[in-house]
């Protein structure tokens, strides 16, 4: 019992738990507008080529915004910046709600699409660097980390399935209302609450800004290591993901409910992996990241090899429990070896390559399912991770890991050396150099 209360810890340190919120509502709202702007665009156009240009404006473009976007928001208060984002995605998704009512323009649809999709990363980013800032002092950043994942995994497996009941119970423009209702719900409540971390004092250019961050992320080890390597496994782990559909119903000769339980069944092993993170022992080592990572490639061999709907759904279980720890815990290690100036910098820099890799997936898979079928994608993908934790486990001798109670390195942007002592995070922290350093 002292363990869980540690894990739920967070909650009581304010203003966690409206962030946690916002998070988990945005990721929902997300997710509903995703499959309500796709049928919309789909239903009006009755063409495969528009739908697909959707997904890459929507989804792939607006990582290439979010990080420039990020560095010129989180100089501003957060009370201030996270309300504003959060009232023109509801804006926005008020008037796709008119669009859909009968005024459909496919450019206007496509414009918005990228607004909002570049508007939601950088709220995620900016949440993230708040909660860094909030809990790290506490030492509590991996157990809010693990309970904001619990809610992004209920947000991402019941999302489609809300939008699913919107739309056919109600229409698109309600579904599309209902998603505005939700971020202005948001905007709101962020208004609202006290103890959000303030704006910077010393004001920069955003370019200025945003150079610095990316200079951090290229110069530090760790960091630079952790983005690559995530990068790479998240081309890897969507490889699957055009070519699912095909796989349940030729692969395994299953109908569409099987091919819902089979996605149902990695969306509960992502639940379930959620829950063993926060209960680990040691949410923040590297092991666990790449122990997770190994559990994702076993699993993609094991629906490459499997005969059966069951067989396939149980090995889902163990590859979504390994996905449910895996982001999580990459965003930790993350967060815990920068500085608090550079939180959302770079928790937004990963949540843009979790938007822009997978559209390197998706093509990557769906090459390697035309040209072989799709049991090969999945083993090409389960090959590719496990290669990939092999060569971290060459890579991780190479770096050095801060205990508890060390002075973290602070970055200089113009040097590129971390000489300078910051305590202001008792927790485990992560320190990239070579030994010896």
């Not at 991996?142 to 489609?160: D, H, P, R, T």
């Not at 809300?162 to 229409?171: C, E, N, P, R, T």
């Amino acid at each position: 019992m002292p363990r869980v209360r540690r894990r739920l810890a967070p909650l009581a340190v304010r203003p966690f738990s409206r962030l946690l919120g916002s998070y988990t509502l945005n990721e929902l709202g997300d997710s509903v507008g995703i499959v309500a702007l796709a049928v919309l665009v789909y239903d009006q156009t009755q063409a495969v080529a528009p739908t697909a240009a959707f997904f890459i404006v929507a989804k792939f473009l607006p990582a290439l915004i979010a990080p420039p976007l990020t560095a010129r928001f989180d100089q501003v208060a957060l009370r201030r910046s996270l309300p504003t984002l959060y009232a023109v995605e509801a804006a926005v998704f008020a008037a796709l709600a008119l669009i859909a009512d009968g005024n459909f323009v496919l450019p206007l649809v496509l414009a918005l699409g990228l607004l909002d999709g570049a508007l939601a990363i950088t709220a995620r980013g900016l949440t993230r660097g708040a909660v860094a800032a909030v809990l790290r002092p506490a030492g509590l950043l991996s157990e809010g980390n693990a309970l904001m994942n619990i809610g992004f995994a209920v947000s991402s497996v019941g999302g489609a399935a809300l939008a699913g009941l919107l739309i056919s119970q109600w229409g698109l423009s309600t579904a599309l209302l209902v998603d505005a209702g939700s971020f202005l719900a948001i905007a709101i409540v962020l208004a609202l609450t006290r103890g959000l971390p303030p704006a910077r004092v010393d004001r920069q250019p955003w370019r200025e800004r945003f150079g610095a961050g990316m200079q951090f992320a290229r110069t530090n080890d760790l960091i630079r290591l952790l983005l690559i390597g995530e990068a790479l496994a998240l081309v890897l782990f969507t490889l699957i993901v055009p070519i699912e559909v095909i796989y349940a119903k030729e692969s395994l000769g299953t109908s569409n409910a099987g091919f819902g339980f089979l996605l149902a069944s990695w969306g509960a092993g992502i639940v379930i992996g959620s829950f063993v993170y926060l209960l680990a022992r040691q949410p923040t080592s590297l092991p666990l990241i790449l122990i997770s990572t190994a559990a994702i490639g076993i699993a993609y061999l094991g629906l490459a090899t499997a005969d059966t709907l069951l067989v396939a759904c149980l090995v889902s279980l163990v590859g979504g429990a390994g996905n449910g720890v895996q982001w999580i815990a990459v965003m930790t290690a993350l967060q815990e070896a920068t500085p608090t100036d550079y939180q959302a910098r770079i928790s937004g820099l990963l949540e843009s390559l979790a938007a822009a890799m997978p559209g390197v997936g998706y093509l990557v898979g769906a090459a390697l399912a035309a040209a072989g079928s799709p049991r090969t994608a999945y083993a090409v993908a389960g090959a590719g991770v496990l290669l990939l934790v092999l060569a971290a486990l060459i890579v991780r001798p190479k770096l050095k890991i801060v205990p508890a109670g060390r002075a973290r390195a602070r970055f200089d942007a113009t040097t590129g050396d971390m000489p300078l002592p910051d305590t202001l995070a008792p927790a485990p922290t992560f320190e990239a150099g070579r030994e010896g350093r």
